[in-house]
């Protein structure tokens, strides 16, 4: 058998962006110069056509049609002709997904959704390390309707789960390691007591197959400016199974989502299908960023997205295993098919480490306590990018491991 070479150089990585079948995407993103942007799991880059989009709809369509956008320019039912352009990419159906709100803000509608559904039942189950928003917005959902939520740590996971538990709410990514939850398993165990289950899509969409319908999930939320690119603050979508729609309440209604609005009627009268969770007017200027946001994605598969982040993944582990000092460790769990679209490295200095690369051109963050952390958008990062930027910041740590 001819020896493989599992050293990394600059060449070997250039190979493989020869061959990368998501290479000709990276044009669909306005890249600054000299900067390696490992920080898309936080704030996506820019899609090139953002700024055309945007411009054309504040002068043509604001500018000009003024009121009559409403109904002559699609503003409307952009909450639902977005979600159905997200669905595709979380493995959901049309009708299945809306664009509202913010996260915390549409985690809390659909907790307190599903708490009302299951009245017997009062119990909102998560794990201590989920992402801390998503704590205090369960919580503060659960506490409206005289529940509690029940934290547990993540090994407890499924065996905390019983016939109290009305909903079960989980981040699939864990935001500081990128460990990912058995999304299908933890979903039949919740089944299996007659709970629903929740997850928060935040690290997941735009970076990872979440198959939604395939495994069942009954809910989920999740923001779009992280791998979906929809700009600083662009509106989160949610996700009510097709079969749940007709029995969940939203719990805090709003005229958009009365099923006939105008009619400016006192009683609450619900919208058919997705349409009822929606409560204010939907935010056109920051849709329009997220419409032409998601061109980018037009013709991709995410399991072609999904193959390309395991191997940045793995390439940027391998370069610092090889190049880092002992005192930079890998946080993220190594095995691939366990890790979202990041890795974390432990460092004692993990602050200084992230500046120190950053001042090279290498953008990632810090969490504190010692995680320096490292996004991987498959859509506009090239393999010879993260090769440098995991020899910048091994570098950067050995520096400050002397
Ligand atoms: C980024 C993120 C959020 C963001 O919440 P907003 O309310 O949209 O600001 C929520 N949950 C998780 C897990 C996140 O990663």
Redesign the pocket.
Known sequence: MPAVDTTWSIERARALDDEDALGGIRHRFLRPDGLVYLDGNSLGMLPTGVPEATRRVVEEEWGRALISGWTECGWMEAPERLGDRIAPIIGAGPGEVLVAD????ALAKLVGAALAARRDRRVVLTSADN?P??LYAAAGAARLQGAELRVVDRSELPAALDEDVAVCCL?QVD?RTGELHDLPGLTAAAHEVGALALF?L??SAGALPVGLGEHGVDLAVG?TY?YLNGGPGSP?FLYVREGLQGELENPLPGWLGHETPFDFDRRWRPAEGIRRFLTSTPPILALTALDAALDAFEGVSIDTVRAKSERLGQLFIEVIDDLGPASLTVASPREAARRGSQVSLEHPRAGEVVAAAADKGVVGDFRSPGLCRFGFAPLYLSYAEVFQAAELVSAAATSLSD
């Open positions: 913010t996260t915390s803000v992402f928003s998503d981040t935001f928060d935040c690290h923001c992280k989160s």
